[in-house]
């Protein structure tokens, strides 16, 4: 493979803003020499910009998969940053619970992590209701993991997980209780992998038929758009969630240049959103 020409950077850059909205500049040269110069290979462009055309014309199929696998940045890990888990144990499930009592539906809780990775953030979700619940069994409670790597759902569907992945954030004591050992990996049990579902979203497109959420969690993606599609992506969740419903953001992304339609809150050291009553009733 011939050094990077300008026009190559920007042929790269433009083709992965549009597909996924991921902001790469110049900045990023070895990001497009490191993930992409072998599959630029293997289909036998003789440069960017070829590439970036092949891609766009969707005539390789699996191609632009392979693309969107290589140039997201999947890391995650269970329980990620802690504070989030605590609030909802501590704050948000309480809350759900006494606001469901009294509705026709008082055990329903459907739950979102968009941008989801490999799982470890929907499972961790699962795992916090459960060992807080008493009867989980009895309640309905369904939470959807969504991510644009097609690679990344399919690890999340499986629920199979290696050592080093189960080092990063999962205790013994989760371990014993949530997984089942199979061979030298780790499976989420059946209990927990029955209330998470998984498939491929692109959160640029629209939300039809997604929700309503009683919470969302869109958590160390938002960094990676630009601040508009920040802003579009953070308005569209509301309309996703329930009036009384919460968003949690990655501990590095606000909503404070999102509008009045958020009020921010912090809950166990972790900050969150809820859909502003007062923009509601004057909708
Ligand atoms: C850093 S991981 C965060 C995973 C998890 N939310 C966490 O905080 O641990 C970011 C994820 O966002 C996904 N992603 C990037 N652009 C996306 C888009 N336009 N739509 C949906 N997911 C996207 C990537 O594939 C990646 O798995």
Redo the contacts with the bound molecule.
Sequence with gaps: MTNLTTEDIDAVCNLVEEL???CWDESKAYLIESRLASIVEQVGCENYRDFARKVRAELVPGLKEQV?DAV??????WF?DGSPFEALQHKVIPELIDEKANTIFPKRMRIW?????TG??PYSIAMTIADLLPDFDQWDIQILG????PA?VEQAKSGIYGELEIGRGMDALRLKRHFVKNGNKWQVNERIRSRCSFQP????EPFTGFGPFDVV?????AI??SKEDQRTLFNKLADVLTPSGWLFP?SAESLAHCGPQWVAQQHCRSNCYRPNQTVLANA
Excluded: M, P
């Design positions: 996924c909205g991921i969107l997201t940045t999947n890391e995650t890990l990620r992590s968009a941008a989801c990775s470890q953030e969504t991510d644009i790597s990344v979203k692109n959160l640029h969690f869109c958590r160390n993606v990676y758009f990655g």
